[in-house]
């Protein structure tokens, strides 16, 4: 199994739409988990992080469900800007304290006019 | 913008040649990191330091070398590449390695072909 486990899309949407993006880890041990937001060929930029059930910020809600080791990430009222690629990141030990994060492959949304 | 630099942030090398890639950190973060991020595949972690010392090689070849020579920079030393290496590749930091809700911030990467 896949450490970080994303569906790479497409996810073509019309702008106003809801759209929401899946992931599951494998990790049972993970402490935390963020979603990054990758433009194309540029770096990924921090969007939420998660660190209890879920957080929400303004149009965006991110669910953390561990029993079943998944995340997703829910984008409401969607832009045209929101197009770009969703990175699943978890945050896993690895060893004499210290932790290092794992990054899914991404889900590319393409947000149409 | 976020406080990590890199440079070039475009370089086109043979397989012969010597290159550094330099990375530069403006937060006061402890930890910084290198990545590799190939086309369809997540990023790679490759190295990271911790306070100026090593504490992760992830069996990368030994035609990458790294050097830290202080919390703020960290150089990717490249020689006699393949063209598989041609990459993207980022550099991150992050306040520290300690406990597990420490983000890390990237910089706009180097894109790296090797010819």
């Known amino acids: 199994r896949k450490e970080v486990e994303q569906d790479p899309g497409p996810f073509n949407v019309p702008e106003g739409a809801t759209v929401a993006f899946n992931c599951t880890y494998s990790?049972?041990?993970?402490?935390?988990f963020f979603w990054y937001r990758q433009d194309c060929r540029k770096e990924p930029k921090l969007l939420m992080s998660?660190?209890?059930s879920g957080n929400e910020d303004g149009r965006f809600t991110a669910q953390l469900n561990r029993a079943s080791q998944y995340i997703s990430l829910l984008i409401r009222d969607s832009k045209l800007s929101d197009s770009a690629t969703y990175l699943c990141?978890?945050?896993?030990?690895?060893?004499?304290?210290?932790?290092?994060?794992?990054f899914g492959k991404g889900t590319k949304l393409s947000v149409i006019p | 913008e976020t406080g990590v630099t890199q440079t070039p942030r475009h370089l086109v090398m043979g397989m012969t040649n010597k290159k550094s890639l330099k990375c530069e950190q403006h937060?006061?973060?402890?930890?910084m990191y290198w990545y590799k991020q190939s086309a369809k595949k997540p990023l790679e972690l490759m190295f990271v330091?911790?306070?100026?010392?090593?504490?992760e090689n992830n069996s990368v070849p030994s035609r990458f070398s790294p050097e830290c020579p202080n919390s703020s920079h960290l150089f990717l030393h490249l020689h006699t590449l393949q063209p598989e290496d041609s990459a993207l590749y980022l550099c991150?930091?992050?306040?520290?390695?300690?406990?597990?809700?420490?983000?890390?911030?990237f910089g706009p990467g180097t894109r790296l072909t090797v010819l």
């Open positions: 991150a930091s992050s306040q520290d390695m300690q406990g597990g809700y420490n983000e890390q911030f």
């Open positions: 990790n049972s041990a993970s402490q935390s």
């Open positions: 998660v660190y209890s």
């Open positions: 990141v978890v945050n896993g030990y690895s060893g004499a304290g210290s932790y290092q994060l794992t």
């Open positions: 937060l006061g973060h402890n930890a």
């Open positions: 330091y911790s306070l100026e010392e090593r504490v």
